[in-house]
């Protein structure tokens, strides 16, 4: 221990320390330390513990220098803790204002997702009225006048030129109101998406000849001047769903007629778009009136359900304000454009614009080797017409030049075989304000002798003028809108000098079921009376019975194929059609079980029809009657029974 003390004694003891001082406290058993500075000048702390054993004493002697390390390190951990403590409180207080405002944020979001929510729903029941008061008031009217009428007939019975008028008027509010029924079915299933688009093979030169027959008595009605014009088509057969296109463009024509003037206009004009691509065609479909035209604020809204521009409405001019939702909602779903632009008091053009898959691939042009290089005349007073024949008489191989005059025609005749230049074809329109078509061709037959084939083109019904054009010297005829491959196959044809006399219109087939027999399904007598007026009148014989278990009855007690069709109403009492057509499905006889079935009901919707499929029936018609579905569905079954 002393050896302890003197080498204490070679360094500096600190802060007072002396040895009599430590060895004091070492006796009484004192735990210390003290400051201290070795022999080498070195700091250090000197600690001393007593042990439990009284004369052992633990001394440790600690370098300054550790210890200062230690504590520094001990205020970077503790400095280091505050920081993290201050940095974790900070976060959390973010945290919990975060949260805060979320949770502020998602309320505000469902307040607003609430007020919208109640917003839409005040607007569909806004939607609902107005559909309802519209329904409620374009209902109306051509009920009122349909029942006004019908009492005015009862009044003047005995006056029949009156009660004629009176009918006329009935006949065509109900058609009016047929037609509004019809829309509200087809929006309805457009809006709950069951609108679909068959594609099949079909010829746009049939379409668009389809479409002009239909629209001729109206437009000669109103007045009007039709143009139909076809530019720069080469692919005519395509796929596409003709009932729906059918409807597109009739819509857009019907409001060309309904919203024009007489003495008014309009053009239809159907141009290819470039070349095909990919086995597709483009095709425009250019609608063109001279009407009343249409306001630049309507404009944005007249694909709207139910809207009428004003004009319209104050003129008079019936109309439900879908025709124009239900054309923008079909040609949506065929994949196209439809674009509208109008001058009020001038008129309106849309222009609908589809692509079309291609029946075959794009066929190259052949020309008529015998007209190669020689001159054609197209004499037409419309400037598109002419352009566009013209075109096809070049893609045909010859020159072509036209005239909108019939008399320049016949001048332009004369001067070609003074100059020993002659036309060799003539393509003439019958109808021309200066001159008549078979005038000019009459006129430039005497001047060109029998050599020069002259081809009429007419929108019109070629046997109403086909003797007379025959004896002024006309060849044939082409029907407007013209398409290329009817000017190609005529020409062929005449150049072939074939003797053939031209085909006349086509015969329609008489129709006569006569010898066939239908079983009717209906429980009212009025309704049952139509039907059976309508049959009988197509000579077909007409048993009836007012509910689906005499259906039943029937069919089970006549010998098999007795009945050639059952019309089936649906809604009857003591069995209604559903389960009638399913009892007779049933029968144990299959020649009795398998009867055509067609549900001819009221219930006009798509389910309805499904429903009847589905419980066996082949077919659906929808009252009140369209005889041209009627007729179609006596073709299929009954022509189609008797093989
Ligand atoms: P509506 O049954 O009233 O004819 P549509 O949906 O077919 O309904 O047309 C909506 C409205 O657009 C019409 O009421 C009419 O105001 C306007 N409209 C449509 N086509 C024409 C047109 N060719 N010329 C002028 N106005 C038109």
Redesign the pocket.
Known sequence: MNNFFDKLLLGTLKDGWTIEKIQENMAAQEKFSMMYTNLEGEDQLLIFMPMEKETWYFIMAIPDSIIKGQVQDIIMLYLLFWVLSVAVIVLAVAMIIREERLMARTERKHQKEISEALELAKQGNRAKTTFLNNMSHDIRTPMNAIMGYTSLAITHIDKGEQVKEYLEKIYQSSAHLLSLINDVLDMSRIESGKLEIEEKPESLPDILHTLRDMMQADIHTKQLDFYIDIMEVTDEDIFCDKLRLNQVLI?IVS??I??NRPGGSISICVVQKGAPKDGYGTYDFRIK?T????SRE?LHE?FEPF???RN?TISGIQ???????ITKNIVDAMGGTIRVS?EEGKG?EFIVTLKFRLQKEHKEIAVIEKLQGLRGLVVDDDINACQSVSHMLRQIGMLSEWTRFGKEAVIRTKEALELGNPFYVYIIDWLMPDMNGIEVARRIRMEVGDDAPIIILTAYDWADIEKEAREAGVNDFVSKPLFFSDLQGTLSKLCEEETETTPGPREEAVLDFHGSRILLVEDNLWNQEVAQEILENLKLTVETVSNGQEAVTAVETAEAGWYDLVFMDVQMPVMNGYDAAKAIRALTDPAKAKVPIVAMTADAFEEDRQKALQSGMNDHISKPLDMEALIKVLRKYIENEKG
Do not use: F
Request: glycine share 20%; hydrophobic share 30%; proline share 0%.
């Open positions: 819509n409001n060309a309904k919203y009136d009407g009343i035209g249409i309507y007249i809207s009428r521009e319209s109309g439900t304000g879908l025709g124009m939702a109008s309106s």
